[in-house]
């Protein structure tokens, strides 16, 4: 299997106005959808395409939504 450190983000109701969205990794995945109340539906991505993620977050907001 994948390393619990892989990195893995969790988006539920993704493109709707309640969208909510974590971070996390593997070994931690279980703990936060529950603590997050993280459920179906939801899109599960593991793998480093995640870390880019995790980037794009950093930006600033007028960076981060510009159209390409």
Do not use: C, F, N, Y
């Not at 936060?32 to 109340?37: D, I």
């Not at 899109?43 to 980037?55: C, K, M, P, S, T």
């Amino acid at each position: 299997g994948l390393p619990v450190d892989t990195p893995v983000a969790i988006v539920q109701h993704a493109s709707l106005p309640q969208q909510r969205e974590a971070l996390t990794t593997l070994g931690e995945l279980a703990h936060t959808m529950a603590h997050e109340g993280l459920r179906s539906p939801s899109i599960i991505v593991v793998g480093d395409v995640v870390r880019g993620a995790r980037a794009w977050q950093a930006l600033p907001q007028k960076t981060a939504h510009r159209a390409a």
